[in-house]
Structure formats: structure tokens, C-alpha cells
């Protein structure tokens, strides 16, 4: 197996006349060093069956395919999707582990197989959204490790009581213990890009209920997040009718009224949701 490096990384684009798009934000990992790591820090196993999301040209998805039993790699962008099991074929030796589907991550509804574990350069503009479709449609994902833009990652990992704390880091505990899992550095990506990376890992545990109260749960989230100097008793004023009936529902529930969103954690949101 050989990975691909910076002028590997090149001479793909220039073959196939691709000028990275900052929309789909294509900025294309070229550090086998950083690759292996990943997938390493994921834990991936000769049993899993990994999903990669944006495996643009390659390179992260031929570490993968050192290690696991399937690869499954979702690419938006076409002329990539094609060009990936050309490049797996010649560099990887199992190249027959790899799967790829031609689709936007955000619309994704099934694979051609569950899931065990993910790992994604995930595209910054889109990366928590998608990371939160995961979790959601691929129950079969026990664990992973996504590259996303610092302050992302800040976010998704953050506690209560941190200035990170949002709506990101209360809804991906819906699913899962999210953690940061080490950075990584400007100069592995082509083309370089003017924002730091890190690491973020997460293993699934079972959820605080079921769907309806996660949307329940969800809505309530939004609202508590929407002004976040607003106590929680005005903050959701609008969905019980006035700040005098979200005070009742919040006492009923065992939350101090006058504290904000960012002092709750999940289970302190499903209390709330369960009050009615």
C-alpha cells in the first residue's frame, strides 16, 4: 500500500482539471503520517465497516483501507467519485474493500452496508450539520474521529458553563461523548487553507429517549440558544405561552429559571421536555 503525498496530490488534480472549490470546501489532505494517525486515534478494526465522508482524492481513504474490512466513501463532487476506485486500484492492495456513493452527505438515507465507524475530513461549511445527520440515520456508528475546523471542533466537544457551549455540543450529546482528539496542521492540506483543524472523537452511547422527545428536546435547544443572554424562563416564553408558564415548567422540572442555556446539559433539557 502506498499513500498519496503532495505531488501525488497535484498530479490528480491537474489530471483531471480539478481547481479545489472553496463551496464544497475541497481542501485535500496530503500527509500519509497525518492519515495513518487518524485512522488509528479511530480504532479501526479488520472488522468494521468505516464510512468516509468528502474522501476527495484519496488519501485518507487508502489508510482506511489498510485497515478495515469495507470502506464506504460518500463524495458529492462527481469527477472524484469516479476518479477514487482508479486511485485505490492502483495504490491500495485490497482496492475491492472500497464502496464509493456519488451523493451529498446531507441527504444521505442509507449505504449498501451499516456503518461501524466513521472518519471524515468533514467540509467546514457544512460540518456539523452533517455530523449531526450521522448520528442520527446510522444508529450502526459506534464511534469515530472527524477533522473539522478548530472552532468547530471547540464546539462539538465543549462542556456547560464554557463560552464554546451551544447548540452543537447539546445536540451531539444527544447520541454520543464527544471529545477533542488532538490538532493538526495547516501545511497537510492542499490547498492550504487560512484556518486551523483539529481532531474530534465520539463513541455512541445509548440516547436519553426516543424521537419524539429528541425533537421535543431539540426545539427547546434551539430556542434556549437563540438569544444567549436570555434567561431560560423568557428564552422559551414563546413555546409555553409567556415567561410566568416557561417559569412553572422549568421549577417542575428542577431548573432555576433564571439561569441560560449554556448552564444545561443534555439530561437538563429532557427534563424540561418531559414537564409537557
Given at each position: 500500500?502506498?499513500?498519496?503525498?503532495?505531488?501525488?496530490?497535484?498530479?490528480?488534480?491537474?489530471?483531471?482539471?480539478?481547481?479545489?472549490?472553496?463551496?464544497?470546501?475541497?481542501?485535500?489532505?496530503?500527509?500519509?503520517?497525518?492519515?495513518?494517525?487518524?485512522?488509528?486515534?479511530?480504532?479501526?478494526?479488520?472488522?468494521?465497516?468505516?464510512?468516509?465522508?468528502?474522501?476527495?482524492?484519496?488519501?485518507?481513504?487508502?489508510?482506511?483501507?489498510?485497515?478495515?474490512?469495507?470502506?464506504?466513501?460518500?463524495?458529492?463532487?462527481?469527477?472524484?467519485?469516479?476518479?477514487?476506485?482508479?486511485?485505490?486500484?492502483?495504490?491500495?492492495?485490497?482496492?475491492?474493500?472500497?464502496?464509493?456513493?456519488?451523493?451529498?452527505?446531507?441527504?444521505?438515507?442509507?449505504?449498501?452496508?451499516?456503518?461501524?465507524?466513521?472518519?471524515?475530513?468533514?467540509?467546514?461549511?457544512?460540518?456539523?450539520?452533517?455530523?449531526?445527520?450521522?448520528?442520527?440515520?446510522?444508529?450502526?456508528?459506534?464511534?469515530?474521529?472527524?477533522?473539522?475546523?478548530?472552532?468547530?471542533?471547540?464546539?462539538?466537544?465543549?462542556?456547560?458553563?464554557?463560552?464554546?457551549?451551544?447548540?452543537?455540543?447539546?445536540?451531539?450529546?444527544?447520541?454520543?461523548?464527544?471529545?477533542?482528539?488532538?490538532?493538526?496542521?495547516?501545511?497537510?492540506?492542499?490547498?492550504?487553507?487560512?484556518?486551523?483543524?483539529?481532531?474530534?472523537?465520539?463513541?455512541?452511547?445509548?440516547?436519553?429517549?426516543?424521537?419524539?422527545?429528541?425533537?421535543?428536546?431539540?426545539?427547546?435547544?434551539?430556542?434556549?440558544?437563540?438569544?444567549?443572554?436570555?434567561?431560560?424562563?423568557?428564552?422559551?416564553?414563546?413555546?409555553?405561552?409567556?415567561?410566568?408558564?416557561?417559569?412553572e415548567v422549568l421549577t417542575a422540572a428542577g431548573i432555576d429559571p433564571t439561569l441560560r442555556g449554556e448552564a444545561l446539559d443534555i439530561h437538563a433539557f429532557c427534563a424540561i421536555a418531559k414537564q409537557g
Open positions: 500500500m502506498t499513500l498519496l503525498g503532495a505531488a501525488e496530490i497535484r498530479e490528480l488534480a491537474a489530471a483531471l482539471e480539478l481547481k479545489p472549490s472553496k463551496s464544497l470546501g475541497q481542501n485535500f489532505v496530503h500527509d500519509a503520517n497525518t492519515c495513518r494517525k487518524i485512522v488509528r486515534i479511530a480504532e479501526l478494526t479488520t472488522d468494521d465497516v468505516a464510512l468516509e465522508i468528502g474522501p476527495g482524492l484519496g488519501s485518507l481513504t487508502l489508510a482506511m483501507l489498510e485497515e478495515a474490512r469495507e470502506v464506504i466513501a460518500v463524495e458529492i463532487d462527481s469527477r472524484l467519485a469516479t476518479q477514487l476506485p482508479i486511485t485505490a486500484a492502483k495504490h491500495a492492495d485490497t482496492p475491492e474493500k472500497l464502496t464509493v456513493v456519488n451523493q451529498d452527505a446531507l441527504t444521505l438515507k442509507d449505504l449498501p452496508a451499516e456503518p461501524t465507524v466513521l472518519i471524515a475530513n468533514l467540509p467546514y461549511n457544512v460540518s456539523v450539520p452533517v455530523f449531526l445527520h450521522l448520528l442520527e440515520i446510522f444508529p450502526t456508528l459506534r464511534s469515530g474521529v472527524v477533522m473539522v475546523q478548530a472552532e468547530v471542533a471547540d464546539r462539538l466537544a465543549a462542556k456547560p458553563n464554557s463560552k464554546e457551549y451551544g447548540i452543537p455540543s447539546v445536540k451531539a450529546a444527544w447520541w454520543a461523548d464527544v471529545a477533542g482528539a488532538g490538532s493538526v496542521s495547516r501545511s497537510i492540506f492542499w490547498p492550504q487553507p487560512n484556518v486551523d483543524s483539529k481532531l474530534v472523537g465520539f463513541k455512541r452511547r445509548p440516547t436519553p429517549g426516543d424521537e419524539i422527545l429528541r425533537k421535543k428536546v431539540f426545539s427547546i435547544i434551539d430556542l434556549a440558544f437563540a438569544q444567549r443572554r436570555k434567561m431560560l424562563r423568557s428564552a422559551l416564553s414563546s413555546m409555553y405561552g409567556g415567561s410566568a408558564a416557561a417559569e
